[in-house]
Each structure stands twice: as structure tokens, then as C-alpha cells.
């Protein structure tokens, strides 16, 4: 792969001030450096780029994180992942409009690897103006490249293991108008799994970004379409079915024809996600206030896929064969009246021979006789459906930010406030769309049979807040609040009386830190904020859902810690106490005995009590000479549920699922004339997956590259 970049424009400040140990804030940040950045392909996806920094442990089904149904981020004890999302993801500041799997997208939907400029992560209280009603845990911030100022072609190219193969284009305008300089990009990959090398995962990405520096004003505009096809991982329900066969999520790349079978074919298990997103940003001094102003714009569409090994009946046809069976018969709502497994010519159902015992045992330790052909006469007809969970989203927002700096005597006061109003629309139905021959394939009609549910979310959310932080010389101190209003409805379109509306308001929401130089080089800081997370609309799609039970989630975070700044080594130490309460979380219907498709949720959510954490981070970034780096992070966390609900089979006490106790990096990086190489290395240690421990890991990273400048004449 060969690749030319010229040096970016200058960021605003916020982004500039950012190194790999944090911000002097009074609160705990890290960011990504370049070696992070190089010691991922750029078919990696961009989350894969934060898993060195203290705190933060990434999971992704494969090496190029391309499956977001087993995806996970877990951050002292708050995870974001297909049950629960506490920690908060902006791109360029913006919200991301949620993390969810159904009609969420996280940052990797937004940004092309080769387009990420650097990744700041505010591990526990995060900065008070972030654009999230998720961020119990902080805030992750992914930011994007600005333009160049010299006209610039980038052509890349990218191969490796499970036919993956990545081509990307980017094209730099130089100065385009006085002071105004662009680029755009297009990239197309695609990768099979690990596992059985069936998948077909594909992703299409453009995107496009303008600077321009006015004399009174800057105005930055960024636009991107993300076009992605996952074939998803299953999950792993015990050690001894891992044990049985380590490289095998007992998914199947082949199609046998016998529906109870093909329900685990991988390529019925997908995911679909187009995302349109663009904004417009200003930032402008108006009478000694600087103001900060941008308004955004997302389209999200898409649907997740599974292939239930029966087709639900619906419509009392009496003696007739069944009409789900013809083309372009659609029914809407209603109860399902039962399932039908085999059929004979006419479409009428049948029914398995008496005393058959079934010889099926996989998948799901089996099913019975209504499953197994041989329990049918030889002539009978196997039917199925492949189910779609459709997804939409479409959300436009406005942030607001002003900051005053006033002398006040001999000290500096800087007063910023600011505001942060999104409207969104999501709609989601299911639809039954019939197998045509499920002997042959999984081939679909694309008119369904049954439209199990239809409705709209509308959400309105309105943030604001007020800070004030004083220099008194020997320390500076901050201290503000800021309120969220969230109203969250539901319109169910089949049934109307099943519509319901909450308020998921905040209460006011303190925060209030010191930063104290002690000597030269080293400060000590100190944070308190309290975070909030507002209930999801996932949480009104099923009926059955009492919203009364269901409150947002609320967490104290509290962060002590040192940090030491020299000319060649940068270290940050931080201890955190946090109390999380009214932990929602989502209780999957993929279980280990099978998946309940026809429920409206594929799970519920509840209140499960709260998680008390508590901890030490460490980040140290030493430049050993000017040829050789050394990055190193260790991480010690107790994460532990308190009062959970009887009905999570957790136990207080218990160590929160996914969160490790122990991490540690180290990471060697070295760049000498035209060669670079780096070894990076991270420990993981036991992490609880409910019922029992999984073992620790290490994982490292290789990267060894050269540039050759200028091989051919103007490349």
C-alpha cells in the first residue's frame, strides 16, 4: 500500500490541546496518537484505534470489527454493545443518534479509517457540553481530518486474510476559493469471516469536507454515505460449548434444505445499514464571546435478518391450502394462529407421522418431529421465512456553544454555556417474507406475507448548560450544571391503543472540578459530575413493557488523579469512583436453547438495580530517543452489580459482565528514514459472561512499512 498526505490545517483549539495523556482538565481524557492509528489496517474499523488507551476494551466478532451485532465497548464497568448503550459517541462533537443496533450507528458508520484525524476519550465525567443522552460512562469523540492546503491525490489499496480487499480515493483541492480548502473520498471493501469463510460482508463509503477562514469566521461543512452488508456472528453461550470448537459459532456455510437447519445459515443472519449524514459548523468572536454553531442532518436505514425455520400462520383459511404461501398475499398485525412446518402440493399443512422421534441435534441441542422431514412423508414440502426487522431513522439537530473569558482582578474567568436540540423520527416494523423453495436456497419474495407490527418513535431532546471555571493562580476551579428534557413517543400504526408517550427528563445535573499545578510539569486534578441517560425508545417497542417500572439511568463518576507533562514523557495516573443506579439492560431472545422470532422484541429491557465501580488508570508516552517511542496503559477496575433484580440471575457483588478486572499495553514504535514498524501488545485479563469466567487474553499488534518518496515524477 502506498500513501501520500500532506500536513492537515490547523484544528480548532479543543482538539489541538488534546496528547495521548489528556487535556489539563479536571477530569480523566486520553486520545489516540498516530502509532494507535498505524498499528490498524485501514479495513480496521476506527473503533479498533482506542483499545490501547487506559479504561477502554474493544470486542469485535473479527479483525476488521465488519459485524455490529458483536460488537462491544466497555469502559469502567458501562458497556456499549447489543443490550445496553452507557457511554456516549460523537463525531466532530456531534451526537451519533444513539449506538444501538436497531437504528443506531456508531462512528464507524460516519468516518473512513483514512479519514480519522484522532479519537478523544473522556473515560468517567466527561466534558459538560457532550452531545449525548448516553454518556453515563463519558464521551468518545472521533474527529475527522481537515483539508490541506496543496492539491493532493491519495490512492490506497488494501489486502489481507478472508478475501479482504479495500480500495480508497481521496482527493485534496488545495485552495479551492479564497482561503477554502476541501477534499472527498470513496472507498469500497469487502471480507468473508473467519470461521467458515461464507460471509459476505461488503461496505461502500463516501464522504466530503469543506474549510473555509473567513476573516470574521471559519465555517467547516462535512458530508457522508455509508452503504454496509454484514453476515453477523452468533453468540457463545458456555466454556464447554467454546471448548467443543473454538473457531466455530455454530453458524453454517451451507444450505442442507432442511429449515430447522438452515435457520443458522450465516448469510440469513444480517445486517443492513445505509447512514446519510451531513453538518455545518461556524465558529465566530461576537463582541468578545466566542460562539460555536452548527446544525446537522441524518438519514438512517436498514433492516437485521434471520431465517425462522417455519412459516407463521396467519389468516384461518379453513380447508383451503394456505394462503402465506401464495405471491402477494400481505396481512397486516393480528395474532399469529400458529406455525407451519411442511406442506403438501396444495399448500396444505401436515402434520409429523405419530410416534416419529426426531433424529435432528443441531442446531440448539435439537428440535422435535414438526422440524424433521423423515418424520414426513417423502413428497412433503419444507417451508420458511426469512424475517426483517426494518429500521429508519431521521433526525436534524442545532448545538450552540458560547464562551466568555473576563478578567476578574488578577484572575481569568471563563464562562461558557450552550445548548443542544435534536428532533428524530425512528419507524421500525417486522416483515415475513417467504422462503420460495426452501430446498434450493434462501432466496426471498420480497412481497410479505406478514407485516408483524408497524411504528413510529418520534423523540425530542433539548440540552443545556452553564459553566463557570476561575484561574486563582495556584489552582483553577470549575463548576456547572445542565438539565436534559427528552420526551419520547411511541405510535404504534396497527394497533393504536398499544401508543404511548414518557418523559425522560433529568433532574439538574451538578458537576465541579479542580486543576492545581504542584511543581513544574506535574498538576493534580480532581472531578465530580453526575451523569444521565435517558430511557431509549427501544424500551416502548413491546406492549408488554411496563414504562412505569423503567427509569433513566443515573451515575455519580468521580475522578483523583496526577499528571506529568516533559519534553520527551507524558504520564497521567487517575483514581475513579463511580455509583451507577436503575441500570437498564436488554434481555436477548437469542438464547442458547434456540431464538423466540416471533417475539415483537428480540428481548425486553428492565431496571436491574446499579453497578459500583471503582479503579485505577495509567498512561505513560515516552519518546526514548527521536527514533524510538514507548507507549504503556494498565488498568485495574472493579465493576460489580449492587441490589440487581432476582430475574438477571445476577447476585450482588458479581462482577459486571464483560468488564476485565486487569489491562495492560505496551507498545513500541519506531520510524527511521523511510521505514516504520511498531509491536503493540494488550493483556486482557478474566472477564465475567454472566454464569461463568472467561480466561484472560493477549492480543498483539505488527505493523512494518517504508515510504519512498517521489518513485515516479509528482507521486
Excluded at 428440535?367 to 431513522?393: E, L, M, Q
Amino acid at each position: 500500500m502506498a500513501e501520500a498526505m500532506n500536513a492537515p490545517a490547523a484544528q480548532p483549539d479543543e482538539i489541538e490541546e488534546v496528547t495521548v495523556v489528556g487535556r489539563s482538565v479536571s477530569y480523566a481524557n486520553n486520545a489516540t496518537e498516530e502509532s494507535m492509528i498505524k498499528q490498524q489496517s485501514s479495513m480496521t474499523s476506527v473503533l479498533a484505534t482506542i483499545d490501547n488507551l487506559p479504561g477502554v476494551l474493544i470486542n469485535e466478532g473479527d479483525t476488521f470489527g465488519s459485524d455490529d451485532w458483536s460488537t462491544s465497548i466497555s469502559i469502567r464497568g458501562f458497556s456499549v454493545d447489543l443490550d445496553q448503550q452507557q457511554i456516549g459517541m460523537t463525531v466532530d462533537g456531534i451526537a451519533n443518534g444513539n449506538s444501538n443496533y436497531g437504528g443506531g450507528a456508531k462512528a464507524n458508520r460516519y468516518i473512513d479509517t483514512e479519514n480519522l484525524r484522532a479519537v478523544e476519550v473522556s473515560q468517567g465525567t466527561a466534558d459538560i457540553a457532550s452531545r449525548s443522552h448516553e454518556a453515563l460512562g463519558g464521551t468518545i469523540n472521533f474527529t475527522t481530518i481537515n483539508p490541506g492546503t496543496e492539491e493532493l491525490l491519495t490512492v490506497s489499496s488494501t489486502f489481507g486474510e478472508f478475501d479482504a480487499q479495500k480500495l480508497f480515493m481521496r482527493y485534496e483541492t488545495g485552495e479551492i476559493a479564497a482561503d477554502t480548502y476541501a477534499w472527498i473520498s470513496m472507498s469500497t471493501q469487502e471480507n468473508s469471516d473467519w470461521m467458515t469463510q461464507t460471509a459476505e460482508n461488503t461496505r461502500d463509503h463516501m464522504a466530503a469536507k469543506f474549510v473555509s477562514y473567513m476573516s470574521n469566521m471559519d465555517i467547516t461543512g462535512y458530508i457522508s454515505y455509508d452503504d454496509t452488508h454484514e453476515d453477523n456472528y452468533q453468540r457463545i453461550y458456555s466454556l464447554e460449548q467454546f471448548a467443543q470448537s473454538p473457531a466455530w459459532d455454530e453458524l453454517t456455510g451451507n444450505w442442507t434444505g432442511v429449515p430447522y437447519i438452515d435457520q443458522s445459515y450465516r448469510r440469513g443472519w444480517s445486517t443492513l445499514r445505509e447512514n446519510l449524514f451531513a453538518y455545518l459548523e461556524a465558529n465566530m468572536s461576537l463582541g468578545g464571546v466566542d460562539v460555536k454553531a452548527n446544525a446537522y442532518w441524518h438519514k438512517n436505514e436498514g433492516r437485521g435478518d434471520w431465517v425462522p425455520p417455519y412459516i407463521v400462520d396467519v389468516n384461518d383459511d379453513g380447508s383451503n391450502g394456505h394462503s402465506e404461501l401464495v405471491h402477494g398475499n400481505t396481512y397486516e398485525g393480528g395474532a399469529p394462529l400458529g406455525q407451519i412446518y411442511f406442506v403438501d402440493a396444495n399448500g396444505n399443512s401436515l402434520s409429523p407421522m405419530a410416534d416419529c422421534e426426531s433424529s435432528l441435534t443441531f442446531p440448539y441441542g435439537g428440535g422435535g418431529a414438526v422440524y424433521d422431514p423423515a418424520c414426513y412423508p417423502t413428497n412433503a414440502i419444507p417451508v420458511s421465512s426469512y424475517r426483517h426487522t426494518n429500521y429508519k431513522k431521521d433526525r436534524v439537530g442545532i448545538n450552540i456553544d458560547a464562551v466568555w473569558v473576563a478578567q476578574i482582578g488578577d484572575m481569568e474567568n471563563t464562562l461558557r454555556a450552550g445548548l443542544w436540540y435534536e428532533d428524530y423520527e425512528r419507524k421500525e416494523n417486522r416483515s415475513w417474507q417467504k422462503i420460495i423453495d426452501s430446498r434450493v436456497g434462501y432466496q426471498f419474495d420480497e412481497t410479505p406475507y406478514w407485516v408483524q407490527y408497524s411504528s413510529e418513535f418520534p423523540v425530542e431532546t433539548l440540552m443545556y448548560y452553564v459553566e463557570d471555571e476561575i484561574d486563582l493562580g495556584v489552582a483553577t476551579l470549575r463548576v456547572g450544571a445542565k438539565k436534559f428534557n427528552v420526551d419520547i413517543e411511541k405510535k404504534d400504526l396497527f394497533v393504536p391503543g398499544n401508543s404511548l408517550s414518557v418523559e425522560s427528563d433529568s433532574d439538574v445535573l451538578f458537576s465541579a472540578g479542580v486543576v492545581a499545578p504542584v511543581m513544574d510539569g506535574v498538576e493534580v486534578f480532581a472531578g465530580f459530575a453526575q451523569n444521565y441517560a435517558a430511557i431509549k425508545d427501544g424500551v416502548l417497542e413491546s406492549s408488554s413493557v411496563d414504562i412505569s417500572s423503567v427509569e433513566p439511568e443515573t451515575a455519580d463518576n468521580i475522578d483523583l488523579g496526577l499528571r506529568y507533562v516533559a519534553a520527551d514523557i507524558n504520564v497521567s495516573l487517575t483514581y475513579y469512583n463511580i455509583d451507577f443506579d436503575n441500570r437498564i439492560t436488554y434481555q436477548s431472545a437469542e438464547e442458547a436453547g434456540g431464538v423466540d422470532y416471533l417475539g415483537e422484541l428480540d428481548g425486553t429491557y428492565v431496571n436491574v438495580g446499579g453497578v459500583q465501580s471503582d479503579g485505577i488508570e495509567v498512561a505513560m508516552d515516552y519518546t526514548i530517543t527521536n527514533k524510538l517511542g514507548l507507549y504503556f496503559s494498565y488498568t485495574q477496575n472493579n465493576s460489580e452489580y449492587k441490589d440487581p433484580a432476582a430475574s438477571t440471575g445476577f447476585v450482588d457483588g458479581q462482577r459486571v459482565v464483560g468488564s476485565a478486572e486487569d489491562m495492560f499495553v505496551v507498545s513500541l514504535d519506531y520510524t527511521a528514514d523511510v521505514y516504520n514498524m511498531g509491536l503493540s501488545t494488550k493483556y486482557v485479563g478474566e472477564r465475567s459472561a454472566g454464569s461463568f469466567e472467561v480466561d484472560s487474553y493477549t492480543v498483539a499488534d505488527f505493523y512494518l512499512g517504508a515510504t519512498v518518496d517521489s518513485p515516479v515524477q509528482g507521486i
